[in-house]
């Protein structure tokens, strides 16, 4: 059964999971608010309320240490190493199930490769007030089972946040719920946020 994390909370995958991982997807869903159209009693009877289109963008950030070696995301769906794949863009979060996942074998991870921090940004630039329904949860690649899930529940005028962070202690991986917000349509425009939960 998988565990609903708290922001700040750690876990220990192999723990969690009941077995050594070594296939992780990372999955992100959304869905935009119902947002009301103006236009008085016409546009009301033909329009209506309607949903905007938001564009979050999934991503990996790979660390060595505080020094960022690689990213996977929409623009690089593969790490140089072939290690983690983006499955593609989704840019409406239309749909069910998750809208962007990220694979992970975690057996390919160079051992130089200390942290892999995923990330989400609003690439279209709406703040996470328009945003409703966001997660980001970690599923066994090899049985399809979910092993944790956090609940992005936090909105407000940011346009990013560090989700988690994926991480070698002792000889093992672990995941840290970041959860924290931050501000940028891309990746690029994170990384000295990140810095602090290296």
Known sequence: MAINLEKGQKISLAKESGTTL???????GWDAKQAEKKGGLL????GGAGEVDIDL???CILFAGEKPVDA????QLKSKDGSILHTGDNRTGAGEGDDEQIIVDLTRVPDSVTALVFTVNSFTGQTF????????RLIN????????????TSQGAHTAQIMAKVYRHNGEWKMHAIGENGHGRTISDLFTQIS???
């Not at 070594?22 to 992100?28: A, D, E, N, W, Y």
């Not at 007030?129 to 980001?136: G, I, L, R, W």
């Open 22 to 28: 070594t296939k992780v997807i990372m999955g992100l």
């Open 43 to 46: 546009g009301n009877l033909f």
């Open 57 to 59: 963008d999934a991503s």
């Open 72 to 75: 996977v995301y929409f623009g």
């Open 129 to 136: 007030d328009a945003v409703a329904n966001a997660y980001c």
């Open 141 to 152: 690649g090899e049985n399809q089972s979910e092993v944790a899930r956090y609940t992005l």
């Open 196 to 198: 602090p939960y290296l």
